[in-house]
């Protein structure tokens, strides 16, 4: 039997009906962030907006200054590519000469415009031009085609003219002779910075290597690119702070190491003989080289002859130093120069005869076989027995 809803009869009710009903205002604007956050995020935006800006600006003017430097372009020089370049040598050694100022933003530069086909040649550039206009010459035929000469190590400026003379046929011997002043008739047409003002002659500042040589080249212009690698073997060796580490002036180190490219026989021989000179200019003692004797004089004279001879150069009648280097010395010439050998220690054989105190110093040396060796001695007695040995040996 039903019961009538109408009776009141909790169990015919709905049960959600019984629940109390809330009633909750939601704002539109409430599920949007506050108007102080969005400004803070805007202003957030604007910070980093303005580094970005800031840093690019900074990076766009760094890079403008690298692909143009500032201030008119150097005077034009000439720049070598060799048969065995890329464009990454060509670069970094463009940069190292000062024709630019980056060679990773001209390689980048270079990317950007198409590349570079590197050809070997001589070209003409100026220093610090803007690298388009050193791409462009670049991208042009070299200015003539190459000859390629040798100068070996210790040649001397008559022997360099006279290879140049040889080999590239627009050059002259006696063109090459007088703008390198060895003739005596002008200055040097060129000057290296470690060549003092009194000095005329490029004698010993002119680097021995190979050269490319155009066939519109001059005489000048060959013995400039000499004389910058000079330059730049003598700053990569330390050179410039002669001074400090041995205390004599870049140019007198020359001479030195002119002396010991001319002496020296065998790699092993050229810091012992370099510290036998300063020994010897440390003691005032005449040098008493044989190479010195030698220069600009006829070598079939002679050795008693050519010691009667008063040159300057006679380093048998006069001490100190010659009075410019006597060749064109090697990289591991100047080296020696610049770093000569320890003096012998207390227990070296040579020093036993030394029984006076005073110190056992390297101060004589001669040639003792046929391969060029020398054999080196603190005492004149010592001297005098290697130089019997070597002429019974033949080598004298």
């Known amino acids: 039997m039903s019961r ?31 108007r102080k956050i969005l400004n803070r995020i805007a202003l957030g935006l604007v910070a980093i907006l303005a580094i970005v800006a800031v840093v690019y600006g900074g990076y766009q003017f760094w890079y403008l200054r690298q692909v143009n430097p500032p201030g008119d372009p150097g005077a034009a020089e000439i720049f070598t590519v060799t048969e065995t370049d890329d464009l990454v040598s060509v670069s970094k ?135 910058k690698l000079m330059e730049r073997v003598g700053r990569q060796e330390g050179l410039d702070d002669s001074m400090n580490t041995v205390g004599l002036s870049p140019y007198e180190v020359l001479t030195i190491a002119s002396i010991i490219e001319r002496e020296a026989k065998v790699p092993e021989d050229r810091a012992k003989i370099s510290r036998v000179i300063y020994n010897r200019l440390t003691l005032g003692m005449p040098l008493e080289v044989d190479a010195t004797l030698l220069y600009k004089q006829n070598p079939d004279l002679p050795f008693v002859e050519l010691k009667a001879i008063d040159s300057p150069y006679n380093s048998y009648l006069h001490t100190g130093l010659p009075p410019t280097p006597i060749a064109n010395p090697g990289r591991a010439a100047i080296n020696a120069a610049l ?56 080598v004298l």
């Open 4 to 34: 009538d809803s109408s009776t009141g009869d909790e169990s015919t009710q709905d049960p959600y009906q019984v629940l109390p009903k809330i009633h909750v205002a939601v704002s539109p604007l409430s599920r949007f962030p506050s």
């Open 93 to 227: 050694r463009l940069e190292q000469e000062g024709f630019i100022v980056n060679d990773s933003v001209f390689r980048s530069y270079v990317s950007s415009k198409g590349g570079l086909v590197v050809a070997a040649g001589f070209y003409t550039l100026k220093p610090h031009d803007h690298v388009g206009n050193i791409l462009r010459v670049l991208r042009t035929p070299p200015n003539e085609t190459l000859t390629k000469v040798t100068f070996p190590e210790g040649f001397t400026l008559q022997q360099m003219a006279q290879r140049l003379g040889e080999v590239v046929k627009s050059v002259k011997e006696s063109d090459f002779l007088a703008k390198t002043g060895d003739t005596l008739a002008e200055i040097s047409a060129v000057r290296s910075v470690y060549q003092p003002d009194a000095v005329t002659s490029l004698e010993g500042l002119l680097f021995p290597d190979t050269y490319l040589i155009s066939g519109d080249e001059t005489a000048t212009q060959v013995a400039q690119q000499m004389l």
């Open 339 to 394: 770093n000569p050998a320890p003096n012998p220690s207390a227990g070296d054989p040579i020093c036993r005869e030394i029984t006076d105190g005073s110190p056992c110093l390297y101060i004589y040396y001669v040639l003792s076989d046929k391969d060029g060796h020398h054999v080196f001695a603190a005492t004149l007695a010592q001297h005098q027995a290697n130089v019997q040995a070597a002429i019974i040996a033949g």
